[in-house]
């Protein structure tokens, strides 16, 4: 089975976006969960990447980077609030714990955990929204005229990810194709069996990039750059990453960003919250596209 | 589906074991009563009156602080940046923070993470920390240490009688009163009271880092030599000398080396002026000073005030 973060072609304004403009747009999506710790503007920033993600059709990414990152924004509120003692309200005395010493949970360790965990989540559903929509041969295409080997040693890392999950599926496949009364496949087992064949399918995933042209020296520029993509959607991407960031910097200038978790727990949504977050939320709808292609297979209507 | 014995065995050990822990829901039981004062520029002026108040299990100095007063934090709520309103920066170019001291004592950890206990006193201080970062003990909590110890445990007190006198029995009397458990000289872990002219008292490696200037001894205040004796000389806060005292001038001053317990400075340039400084042991005299130096029946706060700047 496909990984959900794969990339898939699809007629999508997203994917057919340059990668400039495209990672500008999800960019400043993931800028903003970094530069705001306020709740509001960063559950809006979660709304604007799934919704990005939603109309360029990547759900499956979305839904598999929402399971992973509130999986981890619950697992980074419990570690706070077992590790950090501050904040006024005290919930629940643990006592002395080994290694961690005196535990007070307190609800401000609580909410700076979930502040934090809000952000890892943001951070994930966007970029599960890149790695689904955009080309990753483009983004490596331009790159390369900048930074060669790098843009190499990066398509290489990129192309094992899902080497690597297409070799874990068949196996598994395999697996289950064995006796009924085998013994399941663990975990471990596929692991070792992944890691103790990647140096192989590494040379494997070298020799394909090879041959498709990533060895070759930089394109001359006399006779103009070759394969710099571009999109009538372009536009519209920098655009509504320009606009995310600038209300976003706007914003916090004007006092959007007011959550303080210690001492107290203080949260201030004033106008100006609420327009950043109605902004990164709404941003979210760039990748809409009014007549979407019909889906393959889908029922024509009578006389088409 | 009804959990079993054996399930039920198991929440109650588990519950048992947490209970016996120490763990429970919310601040958990009064453990005493506690005291804070907040003050700024060594002390010289009180920013509120004195707010004494019971604390609880789980209560720390930041959780008293908060609850006394509005504050600002920064590093994750570890770090006190402001106090009602009044925020550590750049002052006049000198550096100035808030500082917080228990039972007399410079906080080894951080004020979200000191437990209180019942007998604390706790007092911040906004200063400029440009001579000294680290002024590790002071007087001005009187009678603690003494009373009730430090970090969470009350050590005895020796008093080390070095050409001292008549005033070694005056520190002894005023100890006692003030609840301290006196000890032989060399008990281990005991806080140290060193009395006696300032040429007795040098000898000490701890008293000796007097001479170093407040930036090793935290003290606003230095010795000099003067004839065949020493004179007393106050700093200000930049630890720049301040004022030359007479001969008859005594020092009551605490410091405190590497974790080792404090040691009380009961001194002077001569055996009247040790006499002088130990009767200064009371908590008229030496209440919200960091030190206090003593000349002709006026007692002077170290560092030597000067007009703060605003």
């Known amino acids: ?304 | 589906m009804r959990p079993n014995r054996r399930t039920v065995a198991a929440s109650a050990l588990l519950c048992a074991a947490l209970a016996a822990a120490g763990c429970g829901v919310g601040p958990g039981g009064e453990v005493g009563e506690a005291s804070l004062t907040v003050s700024r520029d060594f002390g010289t002026e009180r920013l509120s009156p004195p707010a004494a108040e019971a604390v609880s299990e789980s209560d720390t100095v930041m959780r008293m602080l908060d609850r006394n007063a509005t504050i600002e934090t920064r590093y994750g709520g570890a770090f006190v940046d402001s106090i009602d309103g009044l925020a550590g920066g750049r002052r006049a170019g000198r550096p100035h923070d808030w500082f917080f001291y228990v039972n007399g004592l410079w906080s080894p950890v951080g004020a979200a993470e000191y437990p209180l206990r019942g007998g604390d006193s706790i007092w911040w201080d906004y200063r400029d920390w440009s001579a000294s970062t680290r002024v590790s003990a002071l007087v001005g909590a009187w009678p603690q240490p003494f009373a009730s110890g430090y970090e969470g445990e009350r050590h005895a007190t020796a008093v080390e009688c070095r050409g001292g006198g008549v005033a070694c029995a005056t520190v002894r009397a005023r100890l006692g009163d003030a609840g301290a458990e006196l000890t032989r000289v060399g008990a281990k872990g005991a806080i140290r009271v060193l009395v006696g002219p300032w040429a007795r008292l040098r000898g000490d490696a701890t008293a000796a880092t007097l001479e170093d200037g407040p930036g090793e001894s935290g003290i606003y205040a230095s010795f000099e030599p003067d004839g065949d004796g020493y004179r007393l000389t106050g700093l200000d806060r930049g630890g720049e000398p301040a004022r030359r005292f007479g001969r008859g001038a005594g020092l009551i001053a605490a410091t405190r080396r590497f974790g080792a317990p404090p040691v009380w400075l009961v001194s002077g340039s001569s055996p009247a002026a040790v006499r002088a400084a130990a009767e200064l042991l009371d908590g008229a005299d030496l209440a919200d000073r960091f030190a206090v130096a003593t000349e002709g029946g006026a007692e002077t706060p170290l560092p030597i005030p000067v007009r703060p700047p605003r």
């Open chain 1, 1 to 304: 089975m496909r990984s959900p973060f794969a990339y898939t072609p699809r007629p999508g304004p997203l994917q057919s976006a340059s990668p400039g403009a495209a990672v500008v747009y999800l960019g400043a999506l993931v800028a903003v969960a970094f530069l705001y710790s306020s709740p509001p503007v960063l559950i809006a920033a979660g709304i604007g990447a799934a919704l990005a993600g939603h109309t360029a059709g990547a759900d499956r990414a979305v839904r598999a980077a929402l399971r992973m990152g509130l999986s981890l924004a619950l697992l980074i509120v419990v570690v706070n609030a077992l590790v950090v003692n501050r904040g006024e309200t005290v919930l629940l005395r643990l006592g002395e714990l080994p290694l961690l010493g005196r535990v007070d949970v307190t609800a401000e360790a609580l909410a700076a955990g979930a502040a934090i965990g809000l952000r890892a989540a943001v951070a994930m559903i966007g970029f599960a929204v890149y790695s689904a929509c955009v080309d990753p041969d483009r983004v490596l295409r331009a790159l390369r005229p900048i930074a060669g080997r790098s843009a190499l040693t990066a398509a290489l890392i990129s192309r094992l990810v899902p080497v690597a999950a297409a070799d874990a599926a068949r196996l598994r496949d395999a697996a289950r194709l064995r006796d009924p009364a085998a013994a399941p496949l663990g975990r471990a087992a596929l692991v070792r069996r992944l890691t103790a064949g990647s140096l192989d399918r590494a040379v494997d995933v070298a020799a394909t990039l090879e041959l498709r042209g990533y060895s070759l020296t930089r394109p001359d520029t006399a006779r103009g750059v070759r394969g710099v993509f571009k999109s009538r959607f372009d536009g519209r991407f920098y655009a509504a990453g320009a606009v995310v960031l600038l209300a976003a910097i706007v914003g916090k200038l004007l006092g959007a960003d007011g959550f303080h978790a210690y001492p107290t727990i203080q949260l201030g949504v004033g106008p100006a919250t609420v327009a950043v977050a109605v902004i990164v939320a709404l941003s979210g709808l760039a990748p809409w596209r009014r007549n979407a292609p019909r889906r393959r297979g889908a029922p024509r209507s009578a006389g088409a």
